[in-house]
């Protein structure tokens, strides 16, 4: 079996195999679509095609939508012409529940694959005739948070956003820069109204979305390059809005396991391919059954139907509570503490982590005993209930190939929300006392014996990739393990970084504590699992 339109013709084959094929016309879709546009979604990757394809694909099958999407690659163009293209805009999602019940579906709710490459006079010139129809309604993206970033880290602009802003909307080269040509070009057309929907999993993500291209309106009309009435198009919400949204799904990079599996049932195309741009893709892809997505209610165009597929529209103070809830408590913070424990203790799977007595311990813990006295209720989702499932059901899955080493990727930066602003909450508090907190704690020391690169037999291993690494790394370099403290002059100016912690953790009543727990997890050999089972035992 291949993952072509024409091979779907023969339905027999796919039912063998178990495989659940669309249930719509798809070439009546695709003609809709054509004909009057209603979904435009940027960033093709692994996300994409798990759950929001897969979202539309489900109200076309039941007959509520008759539109596709039209799915645009602005990065990695590769992924266009070596996936999307050659398997007509098919995919396979595999589906991994953790009662061992797997589930296949072949996605095929993408009307169209463009690039967005302003070079690429065919495709930019589709895209702009779409951003001019009155049809489209909405506009998504899953182009990672640092897809809306405009800066390097010094503060500059990156060249290519410093050259847009010069050049103006005719030929742009980055990201952003291309998004706002398109609705400049929209603007110049009747300026219909439009959503413009981040589903990138970071916090206010729709206010990121919106000052990208708020920028860029600003530039332009500055330097007399677009209408100055582009700028008010943006800044009105009742034409252009930009609501903010929360996503939870894991879809980690396709499992070699599960391509074995599609192998054996008959199915080919499973070879996976990295792009010139180190883009991991393949015709399938393999998520967990849970999933979530929460938008504030703010269309101004209208939107498909996506609540008759499970997405919950709300207010924007809601987005934020669910969002507060999921990334400071529920989830994020207890994925961290098993990608930093898992990594010093030698685990390649998360869900191998959670038969580990200690590990279990440690993010009950940090869940339930430490994180759910503050935790942001956001009244439609309750957090008690959502740490059960994180706990019992989806971080146990064994089918789920996700690894600590990627969940350990830019720790540095997701440090700050995911502990910061639980202590911030204990320090705010009437009764409650940071003293309190135990564990918290002992994960953020385990992160600084993380950075040294040698888990707990005392073996290298490589850091996952951290934009901090590079400062931190010398700041660790004369620290050895068995070497005794104190380790104060070491841990002062780390511990003391508001950047990494969101606060200074001796000014918290915390530094002593992780100094503290540092000095344990470094005693030997064996330290970081005589640490946690001693704690935990006690705590």
Same mark, same amino acid.
């Given at each position: 079996?291949?993952?072509?339109? +024409?091979?779907?013709?023969?339905?027999?084959?796919?039912?063998?195999?178990?495989?659940?094929?669309?249930?719509?016309?798809?070439?009546?879709?695709?003609?809709?679509?054509?004909?009057?546009?209603?979904?435009?979604?940027?960033?093709?990757?692994?996300?994409?095609?798990?759950?929001?394809?897969? =979202?539309?694909?489900? =109200?076309?099958?039941?007959?509520?939508?008759?539109?596709?999407?039209?799915?645009?690659?602005?990065?990695?163009?590769?992924?266009?012409?070596?996936?999307?293209?050659?398997?007509?805009?098919?995919?396979?999602?595999?589906?991994?529940?953790?009662?061992?019940?797997?589930? #296949?579906?072949?996605?095929?709710?993408?009307?169209?694959?463009?690039?967005?490459?302003?070079?690429?006079?065919?495709?930019?010139?589709?895209?702009?005739?779409?951003?001019?129809?009155?049809?489209?309604?909405?506009?998504?993206?899953?182009?990672?948070?640092? *897809?809306?970033?405009?800066?390097?880290?010094?503060?500059?602009?990156?060249?290519?956003?410093?050259?847009?802003? +010069?050049?103006?909307?005719?030929?742009?080269?980055?990201?952003?820069?291309?998004?706002?040509?398109?609705?400049?070009?929209?603007?110049?057309?009747?300026?219909?109204?439009?959503?413009?929907?981040?589903?990138?999993?970071?916090?206010?993500?729709?206010?990121?979305?919106?000052?990208?291209?708020?920028?860029?309106?600003?530039?332009?009309? +500055?330097?007399?390059?677009?209408?100055?009435?582009?700028?008010?198009?943006?800044?009105?919400?009742?034409?252009?809005?930009?609501?903010?949204?929360?996503?939870?799904?894991?879809?980690?990079?396709?499992?070699?396991?599960?391509?074995?599996?599609?192998?054996?049932?008959?199915?080919?195309?499973?070879?996976?391919?990295?792009?010139?741009?180190? %883009?991991?893709?393949?015709?399938?892809?393999?998520?967990?059954?849970?999933?979530?997505?929460?938008?504030?209610?703010?269309?101004?165009?209208?939107?498909?139907? =996506?609540?008759?597929?499970?997405?919950?529209?709300? %207010?924007?103070?809601?987005?934020? #509570?669910?969002? #507060?809830?999921?990334?400071?408590?529920?989830?994020?913070?207890?994925?961290?503490?098993?990608?930093?424990?898992?990594?010093?203790?030698?685990?390649?799977?998360?869900?191998?982590?959670?038969?580990?007595?200690?590990?279990?311990?440690?993010?009950?813990?940090?869940?339930?005993?430490?994180?759910?006295?503050?935790?942001?209720?956001?009244?439609?989702?309750?957090?008690?209930?959502?740490?059960?499932?994180?706990?019992?059901?989806?971080?146990?899955?064994?089918?789920?190939?996700?690894?600590?080493?990627?969940?350990?990727?830019?720790?540095?930066?997701?440090?700050?929300?995911?502990?910061?602003?639980?202590?911030?909450?204990?320090?705010?508090?009437?009764?409650? #006392?940071?003293?309190?907190?135990?564990?918290?704690?002992?994960?953020?020391?385990?992160?600084?014996?993380?950075?040294? *690169?040698?888990?707990?037999?005392?073996?290298?291993?490589?850091?996952?990739?951290?934009?901090?690494?590079?400062?931190?790394?010398?700041?660790?370099?004369?620290?050895?393990?068995?070497?005794?403290?104190?380790?104060?002059?070491?841990?002062?100016?780390?511990?003391?970084?508001?950047?990494?912690?969101?606060?200074?953790?001796?000014?918290?009543?915390?530094?002593?504590?992780?100094?503290?727990?540092?000095?344990?997890?470094?005693?030997?050999?064996?330290?970081?699992?005589?640490?946690?089972?001693?704690?935990?035992?006690?705590?």
């Amino acid at each position: 079996m291949h993952l072509t339109d +024409q091979e779907l013709t023969n339905k027999a084959q796919w039912e063998d195999a178990g495989i659940v094929l669309p249930r719509f016309d798809r070439a009546a879709m695709i003609a809709a679509t054509a004909a009057a546009p209603t979904w435009v979604h940027f960033g093709a990757g692994n996300i994409f095609r798990a759950f929001p394809a897969a =979202l539309q694909q489900q =109200l076309l099958d039941e007959g509520i939508e008759s539109k596709g999407i039209i799915v645009v690659e602005g990065y990695d163009y590769e992924i266009i012409d070596r996936m999307c293209l050659p398997h007509d805009n098919l995919s396979l999602l595999v589906t991994l529940k953790s009662d061992g019940a797997i589930e #296949k579906t072949v996605i095929g709710s993408i009307a169209l694959a463009l690039r967005a490459d302003s070079g690429n006079a065919a495709d930019f010139g589709r895209l702009k005739e779409i951003f001019r129809a009155p049809s489209l309604q909405m506009v998504s993206f899953t182009i990672t948070e640092k *897809g809306y970033s405009l800066v390097r880290s010094n503060g500059e602009y990156l060249p290519d956003v410093a050259e847009d802003f +010069q050049n103006g909307p005719a030929a742009p080269k980055s990201y952003i820069g291309k998004l706002a040509a398109l609705c400049y070009e929209r603007y110049r057309n009747a300026a219909p109204p439009l959503a413009l929907v981040s589903m990138d999993n970071c916090s206010h993500n729709g206010t990121k979305l919106y000052e990208a291209v708020h920028a860029f309106a600003e530039q332009w009309t +500055q330097n007399g390059l677009a209408d100055r009435g582009f700028l008010a198009y943006i800044e009105d919400p009742s034409r252009v809005s930009f609501p903010w949204s929360m996503i939870d799904k894991i879809t980690p990079r396709p499992d070699d396991s599960v391509k074995a599996m599609l192998e054996a049932i008959g199915f080919e195309d499973t070879a996976g391919e990295v792009t010139a741009k180190n %883009t991991y893709v393949a015709p399938f892809v393999n998520a967990e059954e849970a999933q979530y997505l929460v938008i504030e209610d703010a269309f101004p165009a209208g939107r498909p139907a =996506l609540e008759k597929a499970g997405v919950i529209f709300t %207010t924007r103070e809601t987005v934020d #509570k669910v969002e #507060k809830m999921k990334v400071c408590t529920c989830l994020n913070p207890l994925h961290t503490a098993l990608a930093i424990f898992g990594c010093l203790l030698g685990y390649t799977k998360i869900s191998a982590e959670m038969k580990d007595a200690d590990l279990v311990k440690l993010v009950e813990a940090v869940g339930y005993r430490e994180g759910l006295p503050v935790v942001v209720d956001p009244d439609i989702i309750a957090p008690a209930a959502f740490i059960d499932e994180v706990l019992k059901v989806r971080v146990p899955n064994p089918f789920m190939p996700d690894t600590p080493q990627r969940i350990a990727t830019d720790t540095s930066q997701k440090l700050p929300i995911r502990f910061g602003e639980t202590i911030k909450a204990y320090l705010a508090s009437d009764t409650l #006392k940071v003293s309190d907190l135990k564990f918290i704690p002992l994960v953020l020391a385990g992160w600084v014996r993380y950075l040294l *690169g040698i888990d707990d037999a005392g073996k290298e291993f490589t850091v996952s990739p951290d934009p901090m690494y590079d400062t931190l790394a010398p700041l660790l370099a004369g620290v050895k393990l068995g070497q005794g403290g104190p380790f104060h002059a070491v841990l002062e100016p780390i511990l003391s970084n508001e950047k990494i912690f969101a606060v200074n953790l001796y000014e918290a009543g915390l530094g002593q504590t992780v100094e503290d727990y540092f000095a344990e997890l470094m005693a030997g050999p064996g330290a970081v699992r005589a640490t946690l089972h001693r704690h935990l035992a006690n705590g």
